[in-house]
């Protein structure tokens, strides 16, 4: 069994879609800087390779996406598979609890994950996040700014944007 990848189209740009067991493990910007090498990475973790064709659960989150870029979702109900360490899920997990339409900070999600003293680390794993959007990151700033995305800053305030 490989991880089966497929472009999807959004209204703010190309996502990469991944999905292994049935279960959706990538979504992510193809203009992410080393998009290819971030993909490698989940097929590594699974000691798997990877298959360019269309799954039911993408075409699951690509349904949902479209709903979520029209302003008529709040939540995703996708089957996932976190691709990351112990570390990077607490994170994730703690991501996930952040309502539609708020922002937390870097260090109230280091706080929430039960890393408090790990603000940079923190970041970097909100950085390693393979379900971006599904796993909202974009609703991580920091304290006098905005932060980082790897969408892209213009796509986080479109994000943002259409969660208000």
């Not at 996040?129 to 790897?150: F, K, M």
Request: a positive charge.
């Amino acid at each position: 069994m490989s991880i089966c990848i497929s472009r999807y189209n959004s209204s703010l740009g190309i996502l990469l879609l991944g999905s292994f067991d049935d279960r959706l493990v990538l979504c992510d910007w193809a203009s992410r800087r080393n998009s290819a090498e971030f993909i490698a990475s989940v097929a590594r973790r699974l000691k798997t390779g990877i298959d360019w064709k269309k799954t039911p659960v993408m075409i699951m989150a690509k349904s949902q996406l479209d709903e979520y870029f029209q302003g008529r979702r709040i939540s995703f109900d996708i089957p996932l598979l976190f691709t990351g360490t112990d570390f990077q899920t607490d994170v994730w997990s703690a991501i996930s609890e952040i309502p539609y339409g708020s922002t937390q900070s870097y260090s109230e999600i280091a706080f929430r994950s039960r890393h408090p003293e790990a603000v940079r680390a923190v970041a970097n794993a909100i950085g390693a996040n393979r379900l971006s959007i599904i796993i909202p990151c974009h609703r991580v700033t920091g304290i006098n700014s905005i932060g980082g995305y790897a969408g892209g800053i213009s796509v986080k305030e479109s994000l943002l944007s259409i969660e208000r």
